[in-house]
């Protein structure tokens, strides 16, 4: 008789468990805090559309110029081919650091320590100046007169040269060491497993290693190349033809400095948010299967942080339609 009531006794204390009212936080002050920013920014967007200092018309005129979209060339070629150089280069120093050898340890860290320890303005100058400390570059036989190749350094480093090797070297120190943190992100475990069925290191590196790497190569990679769009803008200091460079011959001439700096920053702007979008997808591409949630968008998130879920009501594990 009472092992009969037991069972009964303990379904009754289960039942109000099913009819638990789930309600979740309210966040008030996200809301507060959104409304604010919102408030904010129009009054903000509003303060600028009725400034007469800015001179929408010279905006207006120069946002399309055949002059600035000249200057996004060389921009925009600048950024892909310091980034290519970079990381071609950048890899190779990292596999020089993780080597044994060390005289390809000892070459690779006085690279990274050169490079990475002097302000990348004063390597653009360097660069844009080099003819100044060497007026002819020659190829031959050293300590002989025979000599294969001889030109003027000027007419050889131009100013694109000069701000293409400023900006690949620099960006060759800071790759590397990007690229070796994601190579010994990778267990060496992997590497072992790979050298027991008999791969050669390099075929290794190739096929094990770096395909794992680059889960934590991505983000700051896709970081450096934004960067890299934004740091070309150095390179007016030598009349690089770049965008800035552009921008600052016209409003040398019309003294429009502010209308002009907002020309450079819209595009600037734009050419931002348009490589954002590939490191995105890139980004969840290596990233499968290391996220639970996986990548959420910045809007998405501000979405799903705002938004109010409605009560549920009989969630529980026993619940039943009724």
Known sequence: MASDTLPAAAAEERRPADRLEAVPVRHWG???AAVL???SGIGLIGSLAKNQNLHWDVIGHYLFARLVFEGLFTTLWLTVASMVLGLALGTVVAVMRLSPN??????SSLFVWAFRGTPLLV???FWGYCGALYKHVMI???FTHITFFETETNSLVSGSVAALLALGL???AYASEIVRAGIQSVDEGQAE????LGMSPTLTMRRIVLPQAMRVIIPPMGNETINMLKTTALVSVIGAKDLMSNIQAVYAQNYQIIP???VASLWYLLLVTLLSIPQSRLERRYGRGASRNGHVSPLQRMLAGTALRLPVRGSGPNHQKG
């Open 170 to 172: 620099n960006e060759a």
């Open 102 to 107: 060390p005289v390809l340890y000892a070459v």
């Open 193 to 196: 497993a790979a050298h027991s």
């Open 260 to 262: 002009m700096l907002v």
């Open 123 to 125: 390597q653009i100058i």
């Open 37 to 39: 920013a919102i408030l």
């Open 30 to 32: 996200r809301w507060v």
């Open 140 to 142: 031959g036989i050293p």
